[in-house]
Each structure stands twice: as C-alpha cells, then as structure tokens.
C-alpha cells in the first residue's frame, strides 16, 4: 500500500447508499409499484441515465435546463445530461418507433433521476421515480385509467382512502384564464402560469407583487380566481365561452367516471398547475391529508403535444411520476413499512469440523428446493454461531454435529421462541418452506 | 410549439433503450441473479451511481482512472465520477460501518457501470453487473463459497457444467514469479502483471517486445512459465520456497473442497491475472467452453487489502463480477432466454358502451384478485379490439355486453387455441389465475 491520503467513506453529497435495510425498503417499494403497474397492464421499460443535453433544452421548465441539471461534456465533445425526469426520454423512445408500436401503449418504468440543487427533506440530488403513462388515447377514458392506478398503488401500500386526496384541475381552463380572461401571452402568461404553480411555495406579498407588475389592475381578478372557496366559485367568476364550457364539461366528465370506479377522494383545485410547460390538458395532484403535513405526494396529468419535438405526429398521453423519498417517507411517518428480514431463512451451524461435508451437501440439497440457506464455516463455538445468527435476525438454526450425521435426524430451532422440531433430512426443507415466520 | 429544430431520437452513444420486450429479457437475468444470490444467504444493497473521482484514483488498474471514466466537476465544484465497477463502492459502505457489521458480510448488488470507450460488441459504455462479495473470512471456505455461487448461477440459467470452465489462478503465486523468480519490483512488476494479463488480447510480438524490453535474457523463462502445458508443468519450472509452496497448497486445498461440493469444471490457469491492481490472493475467471466462441464471462478473486484506503483496518474478502450484456449474449446464443410475455393476462373487451361499468367493475374484480388485466375502451368493433389483444400477446380475452351483464355468465377465449370456456363471473379470477399459458 502506497496510499498516503486517507480516502472519506461519506456517499457523494445529496445521494444515498442502501444498506441492506434500506435496500430492502426500496425494494419493497419498487415492488409493490411493479405489481400494481403490471395488474393493470403497464409494460416495463427502462433507458440509460445519460441522455443527450438537447434533449431538455427542448420543452421543459426552464428552471431545471438552466441551473438544475447535471450536464457535462463528455471526452468526445459531446453535451451529456443526467435525466432530470423520465418523460422526455419515453417521448423519445415512442417517437423513434412510432409505427411499429400498436396503440395505446401502456408503459411504466422506475428510473432515478438526478437534479443538482441543495440537498433538503424530501429532495435529495438523486431519487426513483415510478413513471406511468398511456400514449394513443384522446378521452378521459385515459386519464381515469391514470388516476385510478394511482389511487391503488396508495392503496396497495397501506394508505386509506381518507388518507389522501386528489386534486384536478385542467390546463386548457388555466389557459383560457391567462390568455383568455386575463389576456396575457407569452412570456407573460407563462410566468403567471409559473406565478400560479409557486403559489404555496411563496410569500402572499412576493405573489402581490408579481402579479401586480405582470397584470397591473387585473391582479385582483387573479386573486379573486385563486382564492374562490371551490371550483364553482372559481368558475362561476369566469365569463365562459363554448370552448371553455366544452373543457369545463369534460373535467365534470372526468370526475364522475372515477366516481363510477369507486374513487371518491377527488376535488377540482384551480390552484394545481404542474411545473413542467409540456402538459396540455388534466393535470393532478395528489395530497397527504395528514392536518399536520399536508403536503403534495406525486401528481401528473396529459400531455398531447410532447412527440412533436421529434418531427413525429402528435400523440396523446396521459401519465404521472411518484418518487421513492416521498414514498418512503409516508409510509414511514405511518407505520407501513415491512421490518427488514434477511433473505437467509436458516443457517446451518457446524458443530465439529468432520460435519463439514455433510453440511455443505445439506446447504446444497436446500438451496436446490428453494430455501435460502447460510452456512458457518468459521469454527466458532456452536453457540456462538447461533448467536450470531440471531443477532442477523435470521429466524432458524439447525446444528450439524457427528450425530446428525449418524442419524440423518435433524433439529430445527427456531430462534426467536426457542422451538425445537425433530426431522429426517429429506423433510427438512419442507419444513423450512411452510413453516411462517414469527 | 415554436419548435425549431428536429430532436434526434437515439439514445446516448453506447448506451441502450431498453423497450419492453429488452427489458424483461434485463429483469429475467436480474430476477435470476436475486435468486440465486439470495438462496447463498447474500443480502442487497445499493448506491448512487455517481461517486467522489477521489475514490478511483486511489487503486483501481490505471487504465480505467486516466482515460476510462466518466468524470466531471459539479456546478459546487467537487469532482464526481460515474461509478466504473462497484467494488470501491462497498468497500467504502463497509468501511463506513466497519465495527456495527456483524462478520461475516454477505452481500450482493446489481448496479449500473459506466466506462467511457469506444462502444464494440459486449463492451457497451454502460452495463449492469451482478457483484457479490463475501467479507470476513481468511480461509478458503470463502473462495469456495464465492465460486460455487458463480457457478450455481450458471447453472440456474440452464448452462451446463460442460458449458463453462472455471479457470484459477492466485495472485499470490504470480507475484511470487513476478518478484522472486523474475526479480523484478516496483512499476516493472505492475507493468509484466498487466502485460500477462493482456497476452490473449494481443500479438505475441507485441507480448514478447514488452517482455524482453523489461526482462532482457530473462523474457524466455517468463515464456516458458506462461507456456506450460498445464500447472504442474509451471510449477515445476518454480523454484519454491515455503511461503511459495504454503500458497500453492492453499490453492490445490480449494480444488479439492470445490471437488467436494460438486464443482469439477475447473482448472489453474497462470495466466489468469485480472486487471484490477486490488486483488491480493486467489483470481479466477469463467470461460465459456464453445469451441466458436471460448470466452471468458466473468470473474472475480479476493481482495484482502482494500478497506485500507480509508484509513479502517484490512478485512479479507472474496468477490466477483457478473455483467448482463455478457450473459445476455451467451443466452441469447445458447437459446436459454424465455420468450416475451406482456404482464396483462386478460383483455376485458366491451361489446357495447353501456356494458363499460360492468366492464371496468369486473376488471377492479379482477386485479384485486391478483390477475393482471386491461379493458379496451377504444369503442372500435370488437373483433378488432380481439386482433388487437392477440397482436400483444396477450393470451386471454373475455368480451363484455349486455347478455353478459345480463346474466353474469362470461366466455373466456384462448387467442391461441380459439378454445372457449364459460364461467360464473365469480370463478373468473380462479380459471384465468390455475390456467397455464400455452
């Protein structure tokens, strides 16, 4: 060893190492959303980290292109960005093979995503994300499909109706507010648009005061449409034409098909937007109703225009992305996560080393029928081995000493009770596969 | 849109789209790995891919530091590398928690790796690979161990043993020749090391110019050594000391416990280096056996030395390495991967629109009962929702309208077969969930 400087054993800033508990939870996690995902027929795919830089230069919020991204150069001069988010990259991959793929397409994939900002609760620089979404699809059959997959991936992990909400609101009535009512383009209108999705994020006077300067008098109108008590309130302020009336039948459309599939716990809410500019339509986002932190879980919404930045025909979509911190947060501030367990179900403890042999041909014989097995081969004492078993938190021992092998009896003992069971070897992984753990 | 210009749809340069049909050929080998991994007793973990630089340039093979990482400075200014292979990851997480881990550590990761060079077949600029890695253990119990898992997944992916060739070697004994026989010390050593270790990949003149500019006279005895017919030709070429023969031992000691869990393909190799400067005492590597293609697969070795860098004291370990896109090839070679199956079991199609909440209320039914599902809502002709469904793969399908709904009495068609069966709606669950797909 040349080594002079001491290497520091910390995780690069903002990101995690999973030890095998913490692993254990995402893994938890990341299959419970596979199961759901896949029980509604959503197909898994997955993509490289690196994509092209252009690739966000293109259409999304323009804070993440200019101060959020991991960019780099790589050492063929080209310009590499750590996906920040997974649609771009879906969008991409749909476009290069747009013909060959049969409509609707219904995909999810759980990518981590990288964003450089300052490390905080709940945002860290790198997270999972669960992303699905149904291309090819124009009615609200899809966004019902979408919300409904949501509601059971909460449920499926625990969570009770009462235990979270969703909010819907669509863009198209946004825009028309902005442009519409308010007569804002541009720039304008996307920084009100902006303005609107920071809302609950920023002081009411730093809100006044852009507002005032973008829309001079009309601000108050903004106000008086944010603040009204309920989406009738909302809507009853907005003097409507056919196209908007047309929009405002389709979310009431919406929100009675999910009423029809037994989702309940969903409101309109003028105040949800979605930061990313490429949603064209419903957008949604779904609350923790917990009174001591309400706070956005995860949202999503449609966005029909996406594959044009490819020179491919627009296709619609509709999809949502949910994120592991958050996740695991929830799940954890209410008791529901599962305790870790590790994988071994038993180890096979050597009481003199002539049982050598016979225990590792008795590992053999059990791992081929499908119980994951230890074995100690360190030479300790026998009762140092089970110790050290249970301090693992492994729930079975069974000692190989010169009489078992003799007999070919075998005693399992389970740890935590202190049970004893007698068995010939060939029933020991019987016994192992269908005896529940305590 | 004020898009101008037209994305590109490709990906990153070296790296791939996985769509579903490449991603389930991914999640079967991950699925496998995790499998057998877990029936050794091996625990999960994970981390970010992105690390400290300072990590690798510390004692990794040379090669990889100065032009093979992906290394950049963030916009804090720390410098960060994509992770190249995962085992200065876990060797700094345990270094971390060196005295809270119970010994011995078993544990297993299937990260992504990046090394940035020119993309060929099997060597991609980002690739996933199974590592597991054994912590805690001096004795050959743990190279033991270690191979006899490598192994057991091979087996696990229905190679045969006559498929696959276990080629050993031991660092040990190499730098005993190196140093003790050749005599040399220092950067010549590591430059012979590394020379051995490319011999099949380059030209014997080349392979004979480097030796002999290092080694003058002596280059023909480092020819012979590495020319022997077979070990016991090489070491016979050795002059031995008691150190040289205790390692020799120790090495003809694992054949023999290796022999006796039933792992007889295998054989020393002295030319078997590995290019990773860490490794300290037994090296090994899989070859595959086809006469058209012998290659090596993967490998691994111990590493006894490589907690020092952080400043914690040594701990042994054993580990190896198992990539996809090599194994992917081999099976895909060798015909061994299963064929494509999307997760929808089932197409509820709806005959007429107001079958549609008796539709989607037998699909709820249905994914609660474990049965993965999707409901045509298109509103097209039913036999094209059927086409459609079949076009997917989609095994079963089950059409809804008002004779249905009417009498709860339901048709399960096999899109394969054209069999049909009749059911209650309430058995529907248990026939599609028992019944096999052909």
Same mark, same amino acid.
């Given at each position: 060893?040349?080594?002079?400087?001491?290497?520091?054993?910390?995780?690069?800033?903002?990101?995690?190492?999973?030890?095998?508990?913490?692993?254990?939870?995402?893994?938890?996690?990341?299959?419970?959303?596979?199961?759901? @995902?896949?029980?509604?027929?959503?197909?898994?795919?997955?993509?490289?980290?690196?994509?092209?830089?252009?690739?966000?230069? @293109?259409?999304?919020?323009?804070?993440?292109?200019?101060?959020?991204?991991?960019?780099?150069?790589?050492?063929?001069?080209?310009?590499?960005?750590?996906?920040?988010?997974?649609?771009?990259?879906?969008?991409?991959?749909?476009?290069?093979?747009?013909?060959?793929?049969?409509?609707?397409?219904?995909?999810?994939?759980?990518?981590?995503?990288?964003?450089?900002?300052?490390?905080?609760?709940?945002?860290?620089?790198?997270?999972?994300?669960?992303?699905?979404?149904?291309?090819?699809?124009?009615?609200?059959?899809?966004?019902?499909?979408?919300?409904?997959?949501?509601?059971?991936?909460?449920?499926?992990?625990?969570?009770?109706?009462?235990?979270?909400?969703?909010?819907?609101?669509?863009?198209?009535?946004?825009?028309?507010?902005?442009?519409?009512?308010?007569?804002?383009?541009?720039?304008?209108?996307?920084?009100?648009?902006?303005?609107?999705?920071?809302?609950?994020?920023?002081?009411?006077?730093?809100?006044?005061?852009?507002?005032?300067?973008?829309?001079?008098?009309?601000?108050?109108?903004?106000?008086?449409?944010?603040?009204?008590?309920?989406?009738?309130?909302?809507?009853?302020?907005?003097?409507?034409?056919?196209?908007?009336?047309?929009?405002?039948?389709?979310?009431?459309?919406?929100?009675?098909?999910?009423?029809?599939?037994?989702?309940?716990?969903?409101?309109?809410?003028?105040?949800?937007?979605?930061?990313?500019?490429?949603?064209?339509?419903?957008?949604?986002?779904?609350?923790?109703?917990?009174?001591?932190?309400?706070?956005?879980?995860?949202?999503?919404?449609?966005?029909?225009?996406?594959?044009?930045?490819?020179?491919?025909?627009?296709?619609?979509?509709?999809?949502?992305?949910?994120?592991?911190?958050?996740?695991?947060?929830?799940?954890?501030?209410?008791?529901?996560?599962?305790?870790?367990?590790?994988?071994?179900?038993?180890?096979?403890?050597?009481?003199?080393?002539?049982?050598?042999?016979?225990?590792?041909?008795?590992?053999?014989?059990?791992?081929?029928?499908?119980?994951?097995?230890?074995?100690?081969?360190?030479?300790?004492?026998?009762?140092?081995?089970?110790? @050290?078993?249970?301090?693992?938190?492994?729930?079975?021992?069974?000692?190989?000493?010169?009489?078992?092998?003799?007999?070919?009896?075998?005693?399992?003992?389970?740890?935590?009770?202190?049970?004893?069971?007698?068995?010939?070897?060939?029933?020991?992984?019987?016994?192992?596969?269908?005896?529940?753990?305590?």
């Amino acid at each position: 060893m040349s080594q002079k400087i001491k290497l520091q054993t910390e995780a690069y800033k903002g990101v995690r190492d999973f030890y095998p508990e913490d692993m254990a939870v995402e893994n938890y996690i990341f299959k419970t959303m596979r199961r759901v @995902a896949e029980s509604f027929g959503y197909e898994e795919y997955g993509a490289s980290v690196l994509e092209p830089a252009e690739l966000y230069e @293109a259409k999304t919020g323009e804070e993440i292109v200019s101060e959020q991204t991991y960019t780099f150069t790589d050492r063929g001069g080209r310009r590499v960005t750590l996906r920040p988010e997974m649609t771009p990259t879906v969008a991409r991959m749909i476009a290069a093979r747009r013909r060959e793929l049969p409509l609707p397409i219904r995909w999810y994939s759980i990518p981590n995503l990288f964003r450089y900002e300052r490390p905080q609760r709940g945002r860290l620089r790198e997270h999972w994300q669960l992303n699905c979404d149904i291309f090819g699809v124009t009615g609200i059959e899809a966004e019902a499909e979408i919300i409904s997959l949501a509601a059971e991936l909460l449920r499926a992990f625990g969570l009770k109706d009462e235990d979270f909400e969703i909010r819907l609101n669509s863009r198209k009535i946004m825009d028309y507010c902005i442009s519409g009512v308010l007569g804002l383009q541009g720039d304008d209108g996307k920084t009100i648009c902006r303005l609107i999705d920071k809302k609950n994020k920023i002081s009411d006077e730093e809100f006044k005061k852009t507002a005032a300067d973008i829309l001079g008098e009309k601000d108050k109108l903004l106000l008086a449409l944010l603040n009204s008590k309920n989406f009738e309130e909302f809507i009853s302020r907005l003097p409507r034409d056919e196209e908007a009336e047309k929009t405002l039948n389709e979310t009431k459309g919406l929100i009675k098909v999910l009423d029809g599939l037994g989702i309940y716990n969903i409101r309109f809410d003028q105040t949800i937007m979605r930061g990313f500019d490429y949603y064209t339509g419903t957008v949604f986002e779904i609350y923790d109703t917990d009174a001591k932190n309400r706070r956005s879980l995860f949202g999503g919404g449609r966005f029909d225009k996406l594959l044009s930045i490819f020179g491919a025909p627009d296709l619609p979509a509709v999809g949502f992305g949910m994120g592991d911190v958050t996740m695991r947060d929830i799940l954890e501030t209410r008791g529901l996560l599962p305790p870790y367990r590790p994988p071994a179900k038993v180890v096979v403890c050597i009481v003199e080393k002539s049982a050598l042999p016979y225990g590792n041909d008795l590992t053999q014989k059990l791992r081929a029928e499908g119980v994951a097995v230890l074995i100690d081969c360190s030479g300790r004492k026998v009762g140092d081995q089970i110790k @050290a078993a249970d301090k693992r938190g492994i729930p079975f021992v069974v000692c190989v000493g010169g009489a078992e092998v003799k007999s070919g009896k075998l005693k399992v003992k389970e740890l935590k009770t202190g049970e004893e069971t007698e068995v010939e070897e060939g029933q020991l992984a019987r016994l192992l596969k269908n005896r529940a753990v305590k």
